[in-house]
């Protein structure tokens, strides 16, 4: 009997223990034509709260979903149409709590909420998630580097007092308290981060790169890595991304050790285990593998089998799920371009030997205009571009023009370029970068540039333009070609 009356107390406690971390969302997309299906995702990880596909609104565009949450969480929603997008503002969510939400199409901003702490959430959004304008000397003074902590803290100070009064009034409760404290200093915190790292990366305030970098320095003591919860800041990736850049610049022969031997991704990773908490590391380690995976190495196999390893119950984490399933696939299928030949219409210029300047590149194409793409395996943009190439090719072709690809790759593991070069079938002249080389670009177009870049040489060999367009605006790009190569 007493063993009967003990399951009994157990069931009880577990039913009501499940229905308080039970949270409903009551949804209502206006302007919904068909049922579709609405996703679920945790910030700023990107986790599915609920499996995808799962959820569908009715022909009215309204939903309902119940669903056990473990703990308080920032989350989206979003839905395809036919006939548009919709995408919710930030949400703050709890275990135990009924929201109603009514979105319309193609404007989150219209968004409106319903339920416990949406005054809070309203002011969070007016914050914290709209885009700040990251100019030197619209929000901070750069000019006066002593005021610059001062003014950091007056920011949070100020806008901690309004959520203060809110929580005075009851309008919010003490879990949504606490974590707005969290957004709100690590918001301004990656703010001010962000333009003295502008600032520095430009050259704007040269004089005081020494000062501005020590109050960053400053900044991330007084706002560390390794804070409560930081990682439910919507500025998490960016704030930890900056400091390890900065680490890595600061002991720069060191990373470039790593870089040369294809683990760039390794170092970044090794210093983010010692700074982050655990779980802060787990977040920023699957989706810093899956962003740096462009370059096809071998690197991200053995990352991502190592974080398999450690962290084998995150599967559900979507970086994880793109890297399982795709990402690392490709990666070995890119390995199997090492037996094919190339192309015809491929040509390697460094074949013999380095090719460590301008003049030198460019003597090989006396008398023909040339034009130079400027991109490496690691960098998602210039891939993007390769899409595109197809009809760069026909019109170089047809108007006598030599195309170069120059490759700023950091591993100079020429086998593995050379099946870069295989897999995308980049038809043309092909050379790795030197120092030297690079170098002379530099020093010709005036700037260290970044990728993609692409430049046009008149037939005199002249360097005469480095342009803005890109072969996928190809009616302005094909249009200044022909304009600079005939002056």
């Known amino acids: 009997m007493k063993f009967f009356i003990l399951l009994l107390t157990l069931f009880a406690f577990s039913k009501v223990f499940s229905q308080t971390n039970n949270v409903t969302i009551i949804g209502e997309l206006k302007g919904c034509k068909t049922s579709s299906a609405v996703q679920f995702v945790k910030l700023p990880i990107h986790d599915p709260i609920v499996p995808p596909d799962t959820t569908f609104t009715d022909s009215k565009g309204c939903f309902k979903i119940t669903f056990s949450l473990e703990e308080p969480c920032f989350c989206v929603f979003y839905s395809k149409q036919t006939n548009g997008f919709y995408e919710s503002p930030v949400l703050f969510i709890q275990p135990g709590r009924e929201y109603q939400v009514i979105s319309e199409l193609n404007d989150s901003k219209s968004t409106q909420i319903k339920g416990a702490n949406s005054e809070g959430l309203t002011l969070l959004q007016s ?56 957004q709100i200093r690590y918001y301004y915190a990656n703010q001010l981060e962000c333009t003295i790292a502008n600032a520095v990366r430009e050259n704007e305030y040269k004089s005081d790169s020494i000062i501005l970098q020590k109050v960053a320095d400053e900044v991330y003591k007084q706002y560390p890595l390794n804070g409560n919860k930081i990682e439910y800041s919507i500025e998490f990736y960016e704030y930890v991304d900056l400091y390890l850049s900065r680490l890595a610049r600061k002991n720069n022969e060191e990373f470039k050790q790593y870089m040369a031997k294809g683990l760039g991704t390794t170092y970044v990773l090794k210093n983010a285990k010692n700074l982050l908490t655990d779980k802060a590391y787990q977040y920023y380690a699957i989706r810093t593998i899956w962003s740096r995976s462009e370059s096809l190495e071998q690197e991200t196999i053995d990352l991502f089998e190592n974080y398999k390893n450690e962290y084998s119950d995150n599967i559900e984490n979507r970086y994880y799920q793109r890297l399982q399933t ?14 094919k030949p190339f192309s015809v219409g491929v040509t390697i210029l460094d ?51 030599e195309l ?6 950091y591993n100079v593991d020429r086998n593995r370029w050379c099946n870069q070069i295989k897999k995308f079938n980049l038809l043309g002249n092909h050379v790795l970068i030197t120092q030297n080389l690079k170098n002379d670009l530099n020093k010709r177009v005036g700037t260290e540039f970044g990728l993609p870049t692409y430049l046009i040489v008149d037939k005199n060999g002249d360097l005469i333009e480095a342009t803005e367009n890109r072969p996928n605006n190809k009616e302005k790009l094909f249009l200044e070609v022909k304009s600079m190569i005939k002056q």
């Open 127 to 182: 914050i914290v998630y709209k885009p700040y304008i990251r100019a030197f000397d619209i929000q901070w003074n750069l000019k006066n580097t002593k005021t610059l902590l001062d003014s950091l803290h007056a920011k949070i100070e100020s806008t901690n007092s309004m959520f203060q009064r809110l929580y005075e009034n009851k309008k919010i409760d003490s879990v949504f308290y606490n974590y707005s404290q969290i």
């Open 326 to 339: 795709k990402v690392i696939p490709e990666i070995r299928n890119s390995f199997d371009f090492a037996d």
């Open 351 to 401: 074949k013999n030997s380095p090719i460590n300047s301008f003049n030198e590149l460019i003597s090989q194409f006396k008398g023909k205009p040339v034009f130079i793409d400027c991109w490496a395996s690691w960098c998602r943009p210039c891939k993007a571009q390769f899409r595109y190439k197809k009809f760069l090719e026909k019109f170089l072709a047809d108007e006598g023009i």
């Open 404 to 409: 170069i690809y120059i490759a700023y790759e």
